[in-house]
């Protein structure tokens, strides 16, 4: 017993050491907000205020920064999603040549690095003139997130037992019908996983907005995060912590809505097929 408590006892001590790690960040960024004369060191400040979160609010830059950032992540996800449900059903539901290839394909490219690409890609753009545009910008990012929302809907269909869909065929029920009516509301949980990956991978998303796109009124809030830096390593520590809570809400809001749908989303399958 004594042995299991020391064991119990340095697991718990490893756990808390891990926490600390990833807490004290979190901790400085928010106190640090508040404080005109952030440093690096974290302490509470001696007169809080809201002037850092003013100046960052009030700043024409920031606020298209981030129009910019959640036209890209919005309509990167609702592409994504859209056209995800779109691929996964053939492969879901119907008996295709090569399929297993395809899907093999798929997944390999699940795994590719967007860095990999990044050299053709932007050749790619400069030939064709994409370069310095936002839709052209979020079509690559969708074409880049494509095969992971493909690849999960996939699997999340699996569960949905087909006998749902012929029971609607009886009824009357086009098989576009029965994607609307039947499917994509048994799928709600998977639908909400791939969206809020998408969104948050676009969302922190920094090494590819800041390759094709040059102009600064055109950059998300991710790339303009480093304007809080300047030369010398001298860096406006308070307007960058509280830049920093603001870029981090759109993401705690959609966790927040969607976490229940999320957690029935990695283990959808059985009610489904019940």
């Known amino acids: 017993m004594k042995q299991k408590r020391y064991q119990n006892l340095l697991a718990y001590g490893i756990l808390s050491l891990i926490a600390l790690v990833f807490v004290v960040p979190l901790v400085w960024v ?16 001696e007169s809080p205020s809201l002037l850092n979160y003013q100046s960052v609010v009030q700043d024409s830059t920031n606020q298209k920064a981030f129009l910019n950032g959640l036209f890209l992540s919005g309509g990167q996800t609702i592409l994504v999603v859209l056209l995800s449900i779109m691929a996964a ?28 690409v990044m050299v053709p890609v932007y050749q790619l753009f400069i030939f064709f003139r994409l370069t310095d545009s936002l839709f052209s910008t979020l079509l690559f990012l969708t074409a880049s997130q494509l095969p992971f929302g493909i690849w999960m809907m996939k699997n999340f269909m699996d569960d949905i037992s087909v006998d749902l869909e012929e029971a609607a065929w009886i009824d009357g029920a086009s098989r576009m019908k029965g994607v609307k009516d039947v499917i994509i509301p048994l799928m709600k949980p998977g639908i909400f996983t791939v969206a809020i990956f998408t969104f948050i991978g676009s969302w922190g998303n920094f090494f590819v907005p800041y390759i094709l796109l040059s102009s600064p009124s055109k950059l998300p809030a991710s790339v303009t995060l480093y304007q809080f830096f300047g030369q010398y390593g001298y860096a406006a520590y308070g307007q960058l912590a509280a830049y920093s809570v603001l870029y981090m809400l759109p993401t705690f809001v959609l966790y927040y809505f969607a976490q229940n749908y999320m957690s029935r989303g990695f283990t959808m399958g059985g009610a489904a097929k019940g």
């Not at 640090?32 to 400040?45: G, M, N, R, W």
Request: proline letters at 7%; aromatic letters at 10%; zero cysteines.
């Open 30 to 45: 928010l106190v640090a907000s508040f404080d005109q004369h952030a440093t690096t060191v974290l302490k509470i400040p």
């Open 89 to 116: 059903y053939p492969l879901s539901r119907f008996k295709l040549k090569h399929k297993q290839k395809v899907l093999m394909g798929i997944l390999f490219m699940t795994s590719l690095p967007i860095t990999a």
